[in-house]
């Protein structure tokens, strides 16, 4: 990461230090240096941020075995939220929570998410979640209103009231999936004790280099009966293309690689 930024001054400490790779950065150590770094005169200085300019840069696995540093743009994220609005509705209302690591880039999300529109994000401790129960209390307690999960998290909650035989009252209005693959019948024990409207559950599907999000689909209590994975349609600003083992399009009803 060191190499790839090109970062002329590294903040760190000084028992970090020795723990760093080899590297052509400068160094400051805020422990350390303290003293030195207050003597340095104040400069005012005058930056333009564009739309085009990056926003972050988030790591991912990489299909070579190589993990590569994927870069977004503001207007990426800007979009993103500009196109799924007239679907969410989101508002200054909204009570969002970070659930994910901000390495993960459904942590994008939920960060702006929140706010974009004046919402408040309650930051979720990590110990909290790790558990399925303190979590499940915290969402009762702060009303959170929109929860963004993986399907395997989310499970967890599900289990939860199983085993708890009731239900405490959630604030919630919006369920989002990302980030797995979603079994619609382990939704089952949700819909019988919540229904599919409030809150109302969404499937959506995407990768790092599109920013987030690429489908959008409501899961109503129907879908349980479908065999398939039940993704969706693009959000508004995108298209689809399935294709086969040669990345060629391929027809209706045929599928694809």
């Known amino acids: ?32 240096d303290w003293e030195q770094i207050r ?13 085009q300019n990056i926003a972050y840069i988030i790591y991912t696995s990489g299909s070579t075995g190589k993990p590569k ?27 969002w929570s970070l659930f994910h690591s901000y390495a993960f880039d459904f942590s994008v999300w939920e ?16 110990d909290v979640s790790r558990s399925p129960e ?22 967890q909650l599900i289990q939860l009231e199983t085993s708890l035989n009731h239900h405490r009252n959630l604030s919630l209005r919006l369920v989002i999936f990302g980030g797995e693959s979603l079994n619609i019948q382990s939704l089952k024990p949700w819909f019988d004790r919540h229904g599919d409207k409030f809150p109302q559950l969404v499937n959506m599907y995407g990768i790092t280099e599109t920013t987030v999000h690429v489908t959008y689909r409501p899961i109503n209590i129907i879908d ?5 994975n039940v993704i969706g349609c693009a ?15 391929v027809p209706i009803g045929i599928a694809g690689e």
């Open 1 to 32: 990461m060191l190499s790839d930024s090109q970062v002329s001054i590294l903040l760190t400490q000084q028992h970090l230090v020795e723990k760093l790779p080899e590297h052509q950065t400068s160094i400051v150590c805020l422990d350390s």
């Open 39 to 51: 003597k340095i005169p104040v400069q005012q200085i005058e930056k333009t941020v564009k739309a």
């Open 69 to 95: 540093g994927v870069l977004i743009a503001h207007h990426n994220i800007i979009r993103l939220f500009a196109t799924t609005q007239d679907r969410f509705k989101f508002n200054q209302k909204d009570v």
């Open 111 to 126: 960060i702006w998410g929140a706010l974009l529109y004046g919402g408040s994000l309650v930051i979720i401790p990590y």
């Open 134 to 155: 303190q979590f499940y209390n915290l969402l009762s307690q702060e009303k959170i209103t929109v929860l963004n999960q993986t399907p395997s998290a989310f499970q």
């Open 224 to 228: 349980i009966d479908s065999s398939s």
């Open 235 to 249: 959000i508004p600003d995108l298209q689809l293309y399935i294709l086969n083992s040669h990345l060629q399009p």
